[in-house]
């Protein structure tokens, strides 16, 4: 019986239908040089998701998991957690910096979008 359990378990994992999910990559610049810290940030309301995730030293990123479909993209400063010695929950600080202007902060007014239509998405986020 549990034999036959789990032939049937394993047959219908291929009848659902799944959706098709991309990964977009790229790198971020400020002025011509790589910005090194941050996060960038993708969201879509056509398929009401975001996501986002650290920028690295050299500048690349890669945020994973997206369902196909436009993204708008914002590149935001880093940010650290802070805790108060166990008084109070801990809360993120945004750092300031210089080489992320605040129009780059919103995703409606970055002017960078793209298309997750395929499993790899490479973009060039230069700012200036």
């Known amino acids: ?3 036959g359990l789990l032939g049937l ?3 219908g994992l291929g009848c659902g239908q799944s959706k098709p999910f991309g990964t977009v990559h790229g790198t971020v610049h400020f002025r011509g ?3 090194t810290n941050g996060i960038v940030m993708l969201y879509s309301a056509e ?3 975001g996501n986002q995730r650290d920028i690295n030293p050299d500048g690349s990123f890669a945020v994973d998991a997206l369902p196909y479909g436009r993204y708008q993209i914002a590149v935001g400063p880093p940010m650290v957690m802070e805790e108060y010695g166990g008084k109070s929950a801990p809360t993120l600080r945004v750092i300031e910096v210089d080489n992320i ?3 780059y902060h919103n ?3 970055s002017g ?3 298309d997750v239509a395929g499993p790899s998405v490479t973009v060039a986020l230069r700012m200036e």
Do not use: D, E, H
């Open 1 to 3: 019986m549990v034999a």
């Open 9 to 11: 378990g394993i047959l």
């Open 33 to 35: 040089a790589p910005v």
């Open 47 to 49: 398929v009401g998701y």
């Open 101 to 103: 202007p605040k129009r």
């Open 107 to 109: 995703p409606s007014t």
């Open 112 to 114: 960078f979008s793209c």
